[in-house]
């Protein structure tokens, strides 16, 4: 195999002030790096076979870093603005509120539903005695109370006031399931000693929220 090195031109000459076959390759000014030497290998005749290989490592290498470059300085021409920027920031705050009142919005109307029902809804006397039954296995977990029912203060007359303040006439603001839990305590349950306590369970937006009904025994 025999090694050849091709004539560099002059415009790639060594700068480094040394004309003769000292220099050194990839020592060349600028960023003319299409004029780099090719180093080419010649087959020996024993291998003509294999044919001709030409390889030119540092042109493939600086042409690469000047296409990066190329490409970074297209990527930068191209950024954003710091008013695009604000804009995207903008859009992005007003969808996260759109979704927001949208969820607002669902939620309304599932509890409006809720209140609906709540309302038209009657316990039947497999219910009632259900409660009793839970009543009993609350009682062997060591516990001294059940929630009988919880349900939206909307379903009151009066929105959950009279429960808020603990008027003595709450019970008259009852209304569907919430008013025959009462009267099933009334008339079945405390003449047995059971309690019934009327209270506020939250405050969403500083309004009375859901109200529970618990019997207590302790």
């Not at 002030?17 to 005749?45: E, F």
């Not at 009066?158 to 099933?184: K, T």
């Amino acid at each position: 195999m025999t090694l050849a090195f091709l004539k560099l031109p002059a415009a790639a000459r060594p700068v480094n002030g040394r004309g003769d076959g000292g220099a050194r390759l990839g020592n060349y000014s600028g960023w003319d790096l299409r004029w780099q030497a090719h180093i080419v290998w010649q087959a020996s005749p024993a291998s003509a076979g294999a044919g001709r290989i030409t390889a030119a490592p540092a042109l493939a290498a600086r042409d690469g870093l000047l296409r990066k470059v190329e490409q970074k300085m297209r990527e930068n021409e191209a950024m954003d603005t710091a008013a695009t920027l604000r804009k995207l920031e903008e859009e992005y705050r007003a969808a996260r509120q759109s979704a927001t009142d949208d969820e607002h919005a669902e939620a309304e109307v599932a509890r409006e539903h809720r209140v609906s029902e709540a309302i038209h809804r009657h316990l039947d006397h497999a219910q009632l005695l259900a409660l009793v039954a839970a009543m009993r296995e609350a009682a062997e977990r060591g516990a001294y109370s059940h929630l009988a029912l919880r349900f939206p203060a909307e379903v009151c007359t009066d929105g959950g006031r009279r429960i808020n303040s603990a008027q003595p006439d709450w019970p008259a603001s009852l209304r569907g399931e919430a008013a025959d839990v009462y009267r099933f305590w009334q008339t079945n349950l405390q003449p047995l000693g059971f309690q019934l306590t009327a209270e506020v369970l939250n405050f969403p937006g500083g309004k009375p929220g859901d109200i529970g009904l618990t019997f207590t025994w302790g």
